[in-house]
């Protein structure tokens, strides 16, 4: 292998590992956000906020004597202009049913629970990304992974030296690989 050939090789690796770097750095940081909130799914919704209201009816009220004018007034207590239905689950209460959102009114205690969800900004559609819920996803999912592993693996060979691959790098490298290795190993002795 000439000087001239491992100058031109080392010049297209770089290119190449700036230039998908560059491209990917967006897709990268979207992907890195939706994997921390997904990872909190037990501690917070990362798609939806919901918001609850409780509001104040008359206690007279009885199922029999509900109309949709009643309903209709309920709703503006909510700041809902049309619901879509209405039900009696049980013989002391209504539900209402809004686009995204729900009112159960309790006829005895004369209160009613307003409950809405909406989306999450950016998070909902991030992670509809991450989950891969977006028919054909998967394909360019499957290109950003491939695109990963060549940034990757062009990053290995960036730097010579003492700071490349042959000097600090390969114990950069070990013990990156051993974050995973470890967290199966834990896994599997807690399961044993």
């Known amino acids: 292998m000439t000087k001239e050939w491992t100058r031109r090789l080392r010049r ?43 509001i104040r009816i008359p206690a007279t009220q009885l199922t029999q004597t509900i109309t949709p004018e009643l309903v ?13 239905v209405f039900d ?25 629970l307003y409950e809405k969800i909406q989306r999450r900004p950016f998070f909902y559609h991030a992670n509809a990304l991450h989950r891969n819920s ?12 491939v695109l990963l592993i060549l940034v990757s ?13 042959g000097g600090r790098g390969k114990w950069l490298v070990a013990a990156g690989f051993m974050v995973p290795v470890a967290a199966i190993l834990i896994f599997e002795f807690a399961q044993s």
């Open 12 to 54: 297209l690796n770089m290119a190449t590992h700036r230039d998908v770097g560059y491209f990917l750095s967006a897709l990268t940081i979207v992907y890195c956000l939706s994997g921390i909130a997904l990872n909190h799914v037990d501690e917070w919704n990362p798609d939806f906020v919901i918001s609850k209201q409780t």
């Open 72 to 84: 209709n007034s309920w709703s503006r207590l909510a700041g809902e202009s049309r619901y879509k």
């Open 88 to 112: 009696l689950p049980s013989p002391s209460k209504v539900k209402i049913y809004y686009d995204n959102a729900s009112l159960l009114i309790d006829l005895q205690e004369g209160t009613g």
């Open 153 to 165: 693996f062009t990053g290995l060979f960036i730097l010579k030296g003492k700071n490349g691959l």
């Open 134 to 145: 977006l028919k054909g996803w998967k394909w360019a999912a499957d290109v950003f992974g």
